[in-house]
């Protein structure tokens, strides 16, 4: 089918879709966090579904954490899937196994937790789906080790960048949507997040879902996980290494420079947005074609923001089981 025709009907149908979800604000959470020990993390997860059920690795971004996923993963679970929740590192239960590691937010690195515990809990190729770092990490994956990644779901699509292409200036509309940026580049910024993370995560929230309105209990669920004593340092290094005013680690130079490059991600994926995405993202128009495998775009109607998989769990859901089935 030609790409345009696609696109299309994936946006048509997203939107129908979104229509019948009532979407409504999430209430739920997970009822228990797993530990395991995964390369230089001790990583908490939630995990749902049967034990031999075909695995779904679902990352969430900043500034948000695994609740995200608190309403998909039993939709996921009932499909007979099992359902994979880290919290990233820096966020919830997960902490570093050594002090003297670098607390380091680097794309590369955060990536290469996600390899680190599947490797962990021994698995191969699982179903993956993120949006914000978390789109970003699954992108990562499934560009440079497509082996260990049966199909993607990414919200706001194709996330891969570099410092270098980050030199470039944007007009100031842009330029304004990136505000916290340039803050945490600062050290006031540093303060100012250590002392107000999570009132500052709260007005993100507002800013990236304007029409969602979720309650203090919802945030609060969330905003927990930013109690984490590496948080700060994991969020403002990663916002820093960007800008290129801070320097990742040389371990890592190889995999980012292949970055540098845009590779493209041949595995299976439906890319989805919001329609009331309040976030910097791009035009679903200008990645379609980093995408060279099975490939569908839908955008969800009906006010969806950033935090797409908690606003229209069952539209992210759906995405997840029809990439599987590709």
């Known amino acids: 089918m030609h790409q345009d025709r696609r696109q299309f009907l994936g946006t048509a149908i997203g939107a129908f879709v979104a229509t019948r979800l009532g979407m409504t604000e999430s209430r739920s959470s997970f009822d228990a966090i797993r530990q395991i020990d995964a390369g230089v993390l001790n990583v908490g997860y939630a995990e749902s579904g049967p034990a031999n059920g075909r ?64 490797d962990a809990l021994k698995i191969e190729r699982p179903i993956i789906g993120g949006f914000d770092w978390g789109a970003r990490n699954g992108n990562i994956i499934a560009a440079l080790w497509p082996e260990r990644c049966k199909a993607l779901v990414s919200v706001s699509g194709y996330l891969i960048g570099s410092r270098e292409a980050n030199k470039a200036p944007l007009p100031p509309q842009a330029e304004l949507q990136w505000w916290y940026q340039f803050y945490f580049a600062t050290e006031r910024g540093r303060a100012g997040y250590e002392k107000y993370r999570r009132e500052f995560s709260k007005l993100i929230w507002q800013l990236a879902s304007p ?40 371990k890592y130079d190889d995999l980012e420079n292949r970055l540098a490059q845009g590779p493209a991600i041949t595995v299976p ?39 797409l998989p908690q606003e229209a769990p069952k539209a992210f859901a759906d995405a997840i089981i029809d990439a599987d089935h590709f």
Do not use: C
């Open 269 to 307: 994926t439906i890319t989805v947005e919001g329609d009331a995405n309040g976030a910097p993202h791009p035009d679903p128009s200008s990645y379609a074609t980093k995408f060279t495998g099975k490939y569908l775009h839908r955008t969800i109607g009906g006010g969806v923001g950033h935090n």
């Open 55 to 118: 695995p779904v690795l679902l990352l969430h971004g900043w500034p948000y954490d695994i609740n995200s996923y608190a309403d998909v993963a039993p939709l996921l679970a009932a499909k007979g899937y099992r359902v994979i929740v880290p919290h990233l590192r820096g966020y919830g239960t997960t902490r570093f196994l050594a002090s003297d590691t670098v607390r380091n937010g680097q794309p590369a690195a955060l990536a290469l937790d996600g390899i680190a515990l599947l």
């Open 211 to 250: 029409k969602w309105d979720f309650s203090d209990a919802t945030f609060d669920r969330s905003a927990a996980s930013f109690d984490n004593p590496d948080h700060v340092s994991i969020v403002i290094h990663n916002y820093r290494w960007r800008l290129g005013v801070a320097d990742g680690e040389a």
